[in-house]
């Protein structure tokens, strides 16, 4: 158990929908960070926003979008749901958020678009 | 651009030495993870390399060469439950710095 908490598990929804998944990063971690892994893609880095403030950006599409609230939890928003959306969510924590820490990863929420 | 390689698929047997090699070109090269996924669950950090050389860490060590682009995770005395996949990730430092994750390599331990 890394201390990263994800809700939901697990997520089944139709095209053309919107979601949110969370993540709760471990205690005294500042810095979060978005995974998508689907099975053709291997891991994809979207975004990484550190105490509050976005840090860096990777292949976010623009029907997504993040936020990292005061309490430092952050949520990641899907929007206009397609087929190919359809992944295993990660959310890492580190403390700091320099490119030389740990990321400690969630167990992840698994999207399912119908 | 940006691209990682590692092979795809490896098979070793229990008590052996495995050697899982991955090649990088990348701009703004800041350094390379190794982490360990078991199927369906969050990967798991095994180490960092920054400079030229060998870090061991018990059964697992990762090489770098940076100036040939190249690590290897070397892993000894495999046990059944190291059948994972293990992904090598580079830190990037181009327009800020993000990590880039090879595709990953899925390891077999067969008995």
């Known amino acids: 158990d890394s201390g990263v908490t994800q809700t939901p598990k697990h997520l089944i929804t139709a095209t053309g929908q919107r979601v949110t998944l969370r993540c709760s990063p471990r205690?005294?971690?500042?810095?979060v960070y978005w995974y998508q892994q689907s099975l053709d893609q291997g891991l994809q880095f979207l975004i990484q926003?550190?105490?509050?403030?976005?840090?860096a950006k990777g292949n976010i599409l623009e029907r997504f979008s993040a936020q990292q609230f005061p309490d430092l939890h952050s949520e990641l928003n899907l929007s206009s749901l397609e087929l190919g959306d359809s992944a295993l969510y990660f959310c890492?924590?580190?403390?700091?958020?320099?490119?030389?820490?740990?990321?400690?990863f969630g167990p992840g929420t698994r999207l399912t678009v119908l | 651009g940006q691209n990682i390689d590692q092979p795809t698929e490896m098979t070793a047997t229990e008590g052996a030495i495995v050697q899982i090699n991955c090649t990088y070109q990348?701009?703004?090269?800041?350094?390379l993870f190794w982490y360990q996924q078991h199927a369906g669950e969050a990967p798991t950090f095994l180490s960092y390399?920054?400079?030229?050389g060998l870090e061991e860490k018990g059964r697992f060590s990762s090489f770098l060469s940076r100036s040939k682009g190249y690590s290897y995770l070397l892993l000894k005395e495999l046990q059944m439950k190291d059948s994972a996949s293990y992904l090598c990730a580079v830190i990037s430092n181009t327009g800020g710095f993000k990590t880039i994750f090879g595709a990953g390599t899925r390891l077999f331990v067969k008995a």
């Open positions: 205690s005294g971690d500042l810095s």
């Open positions: 390399n920054v400079l030229d």
């Open positions: 890492a924590s580190s403390v700091f958020g320099q490119y030389t820490d740990t990321q400690y």
């Open positions: 926003y550190y105490n509050g403030e976005e840090r």
């Open positions: 990348t701009s703004g090269f800041n350094g």
